[in-house]
């Protein structure tokens, strides 16, 4: 019995600095409203452009250890929001635990990955000319995710776990609400979404491995607020329909659960065990490293001005704005969305000359004219420059914020090649 009781106070001491602590509901509103001049326009709005936000403060202990304080926005897991790409990161993470949990010699992330098609809409893929060799591969997919989050990539990586296994190890680290249940950009939607497609991996002329076609007959119910919204919709022929959009079938992922995915990948050593990543070392560094590259200092995939520049995918503090200053001493380890009006940015900050670093996660929507699907969203007017301006506001108060113990970062520090 004492073994048992010392057993839960281990785990209860351990856990505590990641579950425990309720966010302070208070801070960032007068924040904000502090700031007229910059939020305003979103305070005034009659829906407050669904902004939800979660900012949580680092404060390290004499043996560098991290712990957290929160402070919330609105945040609702009730409220819906279409997460658009930010569901990649989580899906990308099970794909390098899936190759480790198959326990195939020779099976790795840079293993040449051919997929084949076996349902209705699926296809093939036997090249990647984006890639060093022009193969595919989990690890080319991981980085085009990671840099200009590519949707293919993700799909692919989707096809690679499967649906059933994403969500069941969604569930298995505590994410309830959050589902993934489809395909990215290509229309994917009831039977399609079920069907994930047989994969064969190679090392050199070998086959080291045959996922097969795979059906999901489970189903995944949320029912949330907001999952059908606006007065009308342009459907996949481009024809205006006079009803309102329903997402009811689309992926879900909440503001605290993004949060969460990033903490437990950043600070793994603060959660139990079996709560943690099924990563190596070298996973973990392979996905710091291109989380916080810049598209244009990455040579294989290459990415280029005018199509690509290095705030492409920083939307907190860079506003994703082609033509922004980078600081160089400044790294951004995040995953953005952006879609039917939403912008979404889930990111760690990270100041190296000043010691500074906290977890920032937001998302805002604007759609005006309530129609959705056009691609006529206040992106450039409303979204970024409101994340731009909230990951600075908040950046500067860190810089002021006193803290008994100046962080040690190096493990997050990375050689890159000049920006672009």
Known sequence: MMKLYATLLLFII?????????PDTVFLKGLLQSHPELFSGILNHP?????????????????????FKSYSYHLNAQHYF???????????????EKLHELHIKGLTRESVMITDSAFAKQTRVKTDTSSANGLPSIENYIKKILLVSDNDAFNRLYEFVGREEINRKLKKYQ??????????????????????????????????????ALYDSLNYPMYLDNMIMGKAY??????????????????????????????RLLFPQLFPVNQRYNLTPADYA???????????????????????????????????DSTATIEPNIRIFNKVGDSYGYDIDNAYIVDF???VEFLLTAVVQSNEDGVYNDNKYEYATVCLPFLKNLGRVIYQYELKRPKKHRPNLTQFKFNYLPVK
Not at 82 to 96: E, N, Q
Not at 186 to 208: L, Q
């Open 47 to 67: 829906t407050q452009n669904e902004v939800q936000i979660l900012y949580t403060q680092i404060d390290r202990d004499k043996n560098n250890v991290p712990h």
């Open 175 to 212: 994410l309830y609400h959050t589902r993934i249940v489809g395909r990215l950009a290509v229309g994917d939607a009831g039977e399609t979404t079920r069907h994930t497609n047989p994969i064969t991996f190679y090392n050199g002329s070998k086959v080291v491995y045959l996922k097969k």
């Open 14 to 22: 351990t856990v505590t600095p990641c579950f425990a602590q309720q």
């Open 82 to 96: 279409y997460p658009a790409s930010t569901v990649k990161l989580p899906t990308a993470l099970f794909s390098l």
């Open 234 to 263: 342009l459907d996949s022929s481009d024809r205006l329909v006079n009803k309102p959009f329903n997402l009811s079938e689309k992926n879900v992922y909440s503001i605290a659960d993004q949060q969460q995915v990033l903490k």
């Open 353 to 355: 000359k000043n010691k």
């Open 286 to 320: 392979f996905i710091y490293h291109y989380m916080s590259t810049f598209p244009t200092e990455n040579i294989k995939p290459t990415y280029t001005r005018p199509a690509y520049f290095p705030a492409y995918c920083k939307f907190l503090y860079y506003g994703g």
